[in-house]
């Protein structure tokens, strides 16, 4: 497939900068299938959208607060942006991104203003990325509340005064470097309406890694390097998936990256792991029927799993939904998008 088939226009204008409030007074365009016009909605309306005998699949990985401001050793500021521990013999070193890069050696220790934490620079990985070797007191996590904030995407230019507004309010596990975008929009009261309804709830959890903002470069999507992300699947969940799929029920997942870690587990049974799963054209599904996810960025792997879902018309949701005036990306408005079973 080519790339810029993954293209559209996007408008700065339509990009978010700042989150809905309340969190699920975002809009919805809910896609009716071909040949019929998208309805417009809420997501506080989702209780009443869903089917009552859905199943209903969360992401529930919360996003470490991984940037750091620092001071050089040699003098000046800088930046550490923690993106996943390296599983290697050495203990204790992380990929990092870290500015100003041209500047920095091995050897190097960089301060954090805050928390007592302070990281000693390793090897360059490439792609401007660093080994780091995060040097602090007691548990890092509290070191990083301390110290560091969430990384907010690159096309967000507004500080966000409440930090955890690119959180989830189902959120666990610090890990993350990126929000799984499409549930910032559910709140508690959501989730207690839709039980309430007669939907079933499970979780998962996958690792958003920063490479989610990256667009394809490459002129063949086929030729794109996809970034690996860890995943769990409970049993449970697992088992709750297949259970609705053989009874013929929708699984419903929030958001791209519950897709990748329900489609990685259904492929070999293997509940956990790193995944490199490419969700391209021609994939064929064997765990989600229904889909709530945010407005993507161009060319991106995140829109090549949209037209594997629903096919080219995709390009036909997008265009009415920035004439209808919706909101695009991390903190935009979202879709209800329902492949057709085969």
């Keep these: 497939m080519r790339t810029e088939d993954l293209n559209y226009e996007l408008p700065q204008e339509a990009i978010a900068q700042t989150p809905a409030v309340p969190r699920d007074s975002a809009r919805l365009l809910i896609d009716l299938g071909p040949g019929s016009e998208p309805l417009d909605a809420r997501v ?13 699949v969360l992401n529930e990985t919360r996003v470490l607060p991984a940037r750091v401001a620092v001071t050089r050793s ?13 599983e290697e013999a050495d203990e204790g070193w992380w990929e990092a991104l870290c500015r100003p890069s041209r500047k920095l050696r091995t050897g190097d220790l960089l301060s954090a203003t805050a928390g007592g934490l302070s990281f000693e620079m390793g090897s360059d990985l490439g792609d401007g990325r660093r080994k780091v070797r995060p040097l602090h007191q007691g548990e ?5 509340e301390l110290a560091g904030e969430a990384p907010l995407p690159p096309y967000i230019h507004e500080r966000l005064s409440d930090q955890e507004r690119y959180q989830t309010v189902f959120s666990q596990r610090a890990a993350s470097a990126a929000a799984p975008t499409a549930g910032l ?10 039980v309430a309804s007669g939907v079933q709830i499970q979780k998962v959890e996958l690792v958003v890694g920063l490479d989610t903002f990256r667009p394809v470069t490459t002129e063949q999507l086929e030729d794109h390097q996809i970034h690996s992300e860890w995943y769990q699947v409970p049993e449970q969940t697992f088992a709750a998936v ?14 791209t990256t519950t ?3 329900l489609e990685s587990a259904a492929i070999d049974g293997q509940l ?6 490419f969700i391209t054209p021609g994939f064929e599904f064997a765990a989600v ?12 792997s995140l829109l090549a799993m949209i037209q594997a879902f629903i096919g080219p018309r995709w390009q036909d949701l997008y265009s009415t939904a920035l004439q209808r005036q919706y909101r695009f990306l991390s903190f935009g408005d979202a879709m209800l998008l329902e492949r057709e079973r085969t």
Excluded: C, W, Y
């Design 242 to 255: 297949q259970l609705a799929r053989s009874q013929g029920r929708r699984v419903v997942a929030v958001g």
């Design 259 to 261: 897709v990748r870690a």
């Design 140 to 144: 890092l996590l509290k070191a990083l």
């Design 74 to 86: 040699a003098g000046g500021a800088g930046e550490v942006l923690l993106l996943q521990p390296l």
């Design 185 to 194: 929009h559910i709140t508690t009261e959501l989730l207690e309406r839709i």
């Design 44 to 56: 506080a309306d989702l209780d009443k959208i869903l089917r009552s005998d859905d199943l209903l």
């Design 272 to 277: 956990q792991g790193r995944t490199q799963l």
């Design 289 to 300: 029927d229904a889909m709530m996810t945010n407005f993507h960025l161009p060319r991106s």
